[in-house]
């Protein structure tokens, strides 16, 4: 139905960029939202960042003024721009959207198949 490729991601000093994009692809008819979750080793999933199909976003207190979320409607894409890495930013990073697939279809989840980020020192 509704496949999402993540592509970016990997090995970044400490201080460091890296950015990171997700598409959506099949069956949709509208994008309600879209997310990035993440999660540490031994940790529980987070959401990092979100942005609406109006264009709000929201962070997480651990990444605001770092990170920043955006998405290109016409190519069903979302990005995650994250700078001034630290070492507590690792994690498999995930691509999460909130889709509905026909006009008055409840909205379904689907997830990418995460990404490893790894900030060394």
């Given at each position: 139905q509704v496949q999402l490729v993540e592509s970016g991601g990997g090995l970044v000093q400490a201080g460091g960029s890296l950015g990171r994009s997700c598409a959506a692809s099949g069956s949709i008819?509208?994008?309600?939202a879209m997310n990035w979750y993440r999660q540490?080793?031994?940790?529980?999933?987070e959401l990092v960042a979100g942005i609406t199909s109006s264009g709000s976003t929201g962070y997480a207190d651990s990444?605001?003024?770092r990170f920043t979320i955006s998405r290109d409607d016409a190519k069903n894409?979302?990005?995650?721009q994250m700078s001034n890495l630290?070492?507590?930013?690792?994690?498999v990073y995930y691509c999460n959207a909130i889709v509905r697939l026909k006009?008055?279809?409840l909205p379904n989840n689907y997830w990418?198949?995460?990404t490893q980020v790894t900030v060394s020192s």
């Open positions: 008819f509208r994008i309600d540490a080793a031994g940790k529980q999933r990444v605001k003024g894409t979302v990005y995650l630290r070492r507590e930013d690792t994690a006009s008055r279809s990418g198949q995460g």
